[in-house]
């Protein structure tokens, strides 16, 4: 499977890949949006069932940092890899509801990710800031 698809919106050495396992691998750690530098996304291997990992997200712009949520409530998300779509599902803390997305990656390598949500076919772009 490649992943990689440049057109200049991350600055990275680009390197496709063709093992989903690397992929996931790429995945895992702590990424920050290339223009919205106040929002951030962070996908763990720590198992939430079923094959998903758990992984959460904010926006310091909105004043919602990583540590104002709650476990497992708003800004936390499940995700898992099919092929090249990373599968979510939002939580909500309204009475366990949860939002499904899903986005088709479009590059990922060690420095950037980029992603294009299946329903809207926006695009977004993420640095990689940290591994975990």
């Not at 600055?11 to 990424?31: C, F, N, P, Y």
């Not at 992984?55 to 949520?69: A, C, F, H, Q, V």
């Not at 803390?93 to 076919?121: F, H």
Request: hydrophobic letters at 35%.
């Amino acid at each position: 499977m490649a992943v990689d698809v440049p057109d200049g919106d991350c600055q990275t050495s680009g390197k496709a890949l063709a093992e989903e396992t690397m992929v996931e691998e790429l995945l895992i750690g702590r990424w920050q949006h290339v223009d919205e530098s106040g929002w951030f996304r962070v996908y763990t291997s720590e198992p939430a069932g079923e094959g998903y990992c758990w992984g959460r997200e904010w926006d310091t712009s909105e004043d919602i940092y990583e540590k104002d949520l709650r476990p497992y409530g708003n800004g936390w998300f499940k995700w898992k890899l099919e092929k090249e779509v990373v599968k979510e599902w939002q939580m909500t803390d309204i009475n366990g509801a949860v939002i499904p997305y899903e986005y088709k990656l479009l590059q990922l390598d060690s420095a950037c990710m980029r992603w294009q949500e299946t329903v809207s076919l926006k695009k977004e772009s993420f640095s990689k800031i940290s591994g975990l």
